[in-house]
């Protein structure tokens, strides 16, 4: 890797999922940082849409989690990892694959940074990730995993692959995690949380009931940012700018869009037709469900996230999910105009 243009003291810099959405925000934040001496890992069918305009500020590889060689090419002279690659799925056919992704591409991941004798990783988890249960609704980076229905098989995923991070500590390699709670922000519109925007956009008449987690995608790549420039290791973070309701954050989306807000409840009885529906259209040639069991179940949980830790270890300071909300609903707008190409928030 070429550090020619390097800022003094710099260290060479390893992003993997780099073309996805947070991957892309933490990539595009680097950048405009000057640093200069970064390398991303991209699939040869990678969409760059998220990166067209900086691609010629990065050194990109082709390579694949689910390749050991081609991530040991990848890390050759690299310092510093962020692990932000995964696979997020609540479809039930995309199951096997997605556990493959997270958990041996991670190992992969983690075994490859140990092979070339990295100084640290920061691993890119999720709230998913941290124990939950239905008598205690309060969490922090101390609950307990436990076995239970409640955890979503991207749930599953997110928790092994969070346990090869700690195995690779447990073999010498400097390690910390990030648990992102439901992150907004621009990108491709059709993907995760994004989609809220495009129900609000819809008028979508229905509301959850849950209670969780939400940041700023901004955020996330700050914090990341810092606890890599930080020598302590070992730690993991709830990154989560408020707890809100699904109601809140979903008349937020609707008064963004100059749509009519949510008005009926979804309560059990129509969570558990709505998936159902959702999964005989599927059967029958449909595209992926935009409601799946998974999904629906979720959506009524309540749980509050705990971001203590983050704003006294990190010193970070949190955008307000309003602002964050009214900026995409902004570019949402725009994008309606041209055919819902991805856009981003400016960093």
């Given at each position: 890797?070429s550090?020619?243009n390097s800022?003094?003291g710099e260290?060479?810099?390893?992003?993997t999922?780099a073309?996805?959405f947070?991957g892309?925000y933490?990539?595009?934040?680097?950048?405009?940082?000057?640093?200069q001496?970064i390398?991303?890992?991209r699939?040869?069918?990678?969409?760059?849409?998220?990166?067209?305009?900086?691609q010629?500020?990065?050194?990109w590889?082709?390579?694949?989690l689910?390749?050991?060689?081609?991530?040991?090419?990848?890390?050759?002279?690299?310092?510093q990892v962020?692990?932000?690659a995964?696979t997020?799925?609540f479809?039930?056919?995309?199951?096997?694959?997605?556990?493959?992704?997270?958990?041996?591409?991670?190992?992969?991941v983690?075994?490859?940074?140990?092979?070339e004798?990295?100084?640290?990783?920061?691993?890119?988890?999720?709230?998913a990730?941290i124990?939950?249960?239905p008598?205690?609704?309060?969490?922090?980076e101390?609950?307990?995993?436990?076995r239970?229905?409640?955890?979503?098989?991207?749930?599953?995923?997110?928790y092994?692959?969070?346990q090869?991070?700690?195995?690779g500590?447990a073999?010498?390699?400097?390690?910390s995690?990030?648990n992102?709670?439901?992150?907004?922000?621009s990108?491709?519109w059709e993907?995760?949380?994004?989609?809220?925007?495009?129900?609000g956009?819809?008028?979508f008449p229905?509301?959850a009931?849950?209670?969780?987690?939400?940041?700023?995608?901004?955020?996330?790549a700050?914090?990341?940012?810092r606890?890599?420039?930080?020598?302590s290791?070992?730690?993991?973070?709830?990154?989560?700018?408020?707890?809100?309701s699904f109601?809140?954050?979903?008349t937020m989306?609707?008064?963004?869009?100059?749509?009519?807000?949510?008005r009926?409840?979804?309560n059990?009885?129509?969570?558990?037709?709505?998936?159902?529906v959702?999964?005989?259209?599927?059967?029958?040639?449909?595209?992926?469900?935009l409601?799946?069991?998974?999904?629906?179940?979720?959506?009524?949980?309540v749980?509050?996230?705990d971001?203590?830790?983050s704003l006294?270890?990190?010193?970070?300071?949190?955008?307000?999910?309003s602002e964050?909300?009214?900026?995409?609903?902004?570019?949402?707008?725009e994008?309606?105009?041209?055919?819902?190409?991805?856009?981003?928030?400016p960093?």
């Amino acid at each position: 890797m070429s550090t020619s243009n390097s800022i003094p003291g710099e260290q060479p810099v390893l992003i993997t999922g780099a073309t996805g959405f947070l991957g892309s925000y933490l990539l595009r934040s680097l950048v405009k940082s000057g640093h200069q001496n970064i390398r991303a890992l991209r699939r040869p069918d990678s969409n760059l849409a998220l990166v067209a305009d900086i691609q010629g500020t990065v050194e990109w590889v082709e390579g694949d989690l689910l390749d050991p060689a081609a991530l040991e090419d990848a890390m050759q002279g690299i310092r510093q990892v962020y692990h932000c690659a995964a696979t997020v799925s609540f479809d039930p056919q995309m199951v096997r694959t997605m556990l493959r992704t997270n958990v041996e591409g991670t190992a992969n991941v983690v075994n490859a940074a140990l092979w070339e004798g990295v100084d640290k990783l920061v691993h890119v988890s999720s709230i998913a990730a941290i124990g939950r249960s239905p008598e205690e609704k309060n969490v922090s980076e101390n609950t307990k995993w436990q076995r239970s229905p409640l955890h979503s098989n991207y749930a599953i995923s997110k928790y092994l692959s969070e346990q090869e991070a700690w195995r690779g500590m447990a073999e010498g390699l400097n390690v910390s995690v990030v648990n992102p709670s439901v992150i907004l922000g621009s990108g491709r519109w059709e993907d995760g949380p994004l989609q809220l925007f495009r129900l609000g956009w819809k008028a979508f008449p229905f509301y959850a009931t849950g209670v969780s987690g939400f940041v700023d995608v901004r955020d996330v790549a700050q914090a990341m940012i810092r606890l890599m420039q930080q020598e302590s290791s070992g730690q993991r973070y709830i990154i989560s700018g408020e707890n809100l309701s699904f109601q809140a954050v979903q008349t937020m989306i609707s008064e963004g869009l100059g749509k009519r807000a949510p008005r009926y409840r979804v309560n059990a009885f129509v969570q558990e037709i709505a998936w159902r529906v959702e999964w005989l259209r599927t059967r029958f040639g449909g595209p992926p469900p935009l409601i799946t069991r998974e999904t629906a179940r979720h959506a009524n949980a309540v749980y509050y996230y705990d971001n203590s830790k983050s704003l006294k270890d990190l010193q970070l300071t949190y955008t307000p999910i309003s602002e964050t909300i009214a900026a995409v609903c902004r570019q949402f707008s725009e994008a309606a105009t041209n055919g819902f190409q991805p856009m981003m928030l400016p960093v």
